[in-house]
């Protein structure tokens, strides 16, 4: 089968089959064997790139596998064989999951109770974006926390995989939802989705443009702060919180960590969530497994939409890392394995 494989650690933007490329396809890598009587062996259609994968390629995530790997986490496809003990599923079943690794591939393996049905309708490329982006999101607010309507939402990185499904896991929880993001282009998208104000931090001072909106809306605060970006910005929003104000630290995609004064947090009882998604596959499944339930019954039921603004083949998966990396995408990129599952080559 044909995988994308990381050889060493690198830029994986440099084109595919240069010498100084860190990934490059394989196509005669192992088809991966049904590892148990529940094993479900799945035909990958679709498999999103997050930033995390980028950042495992460059050497500078927290989980480092060892070279030689298969990166990916979230996909979806169509159930191609399965184990003598499954008992859900069957080949030509339409599911999606997620993996530590190894989804940037044609086949992958699962367990049958890792794998979740796509509901009838929803479109299968676009499921293989729903588990580490919306998944993070729904755990942040929803479980975590437990975001009230009415409440006062900010999302930083908005536009991006994990700040665009924040957003609309916001809007659909009825908070009065803030959205930061950079660029016309960017922008346009957030209010075509109906949030309560915009940001543009191209142009507009953060502090002031949220301020004049709490105030002619006859709002205090920031209740909830939803931050995948880190540095300034999250320094700024801080000044914006709430008396009893949640924080949800998500990702540092700026490359600075914030410092979060204990100080100011005792003063104003803030409550700090360090939030780790993927842990909760080993120390929370069942939050986990409820959660992506509810947001693949809200996706049948056209609450929340997967907005795809790259799609790209495993050979042009540099592009894909491109795109990341140049912050150009307004959503989520994929790279879609196979063509018959109704994808494009570049949306
Ligand atoms: N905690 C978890 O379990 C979890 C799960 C998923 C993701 N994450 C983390 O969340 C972060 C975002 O992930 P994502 O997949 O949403 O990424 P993404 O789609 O690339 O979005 C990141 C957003 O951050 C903003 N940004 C600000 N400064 C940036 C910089 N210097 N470089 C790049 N982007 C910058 C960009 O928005 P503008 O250009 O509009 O400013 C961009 O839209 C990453 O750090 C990721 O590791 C964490």
């Not at 044609?106 to 919306?134: H, T």
């Not at 957030?190 to 909106?213: A, T, Y």
Request: hydrophobic share 45%; charged share 20%.
């Amino acid at each position: 089968m044909e995988a994308l494989v990381c050889q060493k650690i690198g830029d994986p933007t440099l084109p595919l089959g240069g010498g100084s490329a860190p990934i490059a396809v394989d196509r005669s890598h192992p088809v991966p064997p049904l590892s148990s009587p529940t094993s479900v062996r799945v035909r990958v259609a679709a498999t999103s790139l997050n930033y995390a994968n980028y950042l495992q390629v460059l050497g500078k995530y927290q989980e480092k596998p060892p070279l030689p790997f298969v990166p990916g986490s979230d996909y979806s496809g169509v159930v191609e064989s399965v184990g003598d003990k499954v008992e859900r599923l069957r080949p030509g079943d339409r599911v999606c999951s997620f993996a530590a690794l190894g989804s940037f591939a044609q086949l992958v393996v699962a367990d049958e109770k890792d794998l979740f049905s796509v509901p009838d309708g929803c479109d299968l490329v676009a499921a293989g974006a729903l588990p580490v982006a919306f998944g993070t999101s729904h755990v942040a607010l929803v479980h975590r926390a437990q975001l009230k309507p009415g409440q006062v939402l900010l999302v930083l990185g908005a536009a991006g995989g994990v700040g665009l499904s924040a957003v609309q896991i916001g809007k659909v929880c009825g908070a009065v939802v803030i959205a930061v993001a950079r660029g016309t282009e960017k922008l346009q998208f957030l209010q075509s989705l109906g949030v309560d104000h915009v940001v543009d931090l191209s142009n507009e001072n953060i502090l002031e443009s949220v301020k004049r909106f709490l105030k002619a809306k006859g709002l205090k605060g920031v209740d909830v702060l939803y931050d995948p970006v880190g540095g300034k910005v999250m320094k700024d929003s801080m000044k914006l919180l709430n008396w009893g104000a949640n924080i949800l630290v998500i990702g540092f995609a700026s490359g600075e960590v914030p410092v979060i004064p204990a100080n100011i947090a005792l003063v104003k009882n803030w409550t700090v969530h360090g939030l780790y998604w993927g842990s909760y596959k080993i120390h929370r499944p069942k939050v986990l497994e409820d959660s992506l339930k509810e947001l693949l019954s809200w996706l049948a039921k056209g609450l929340i939409k997967i907005q795809i603004s790259h799609a790209y083949s495993l050979y042009e998966a540099n592009l894909a890392f491109a795109a990341i990396k140049e912050r150009k995408v307004i959503g989520k990129v994929m790279l879609v394995i196979d063509s018959s599952a109704g994808a494009r080559s570049k949306l």
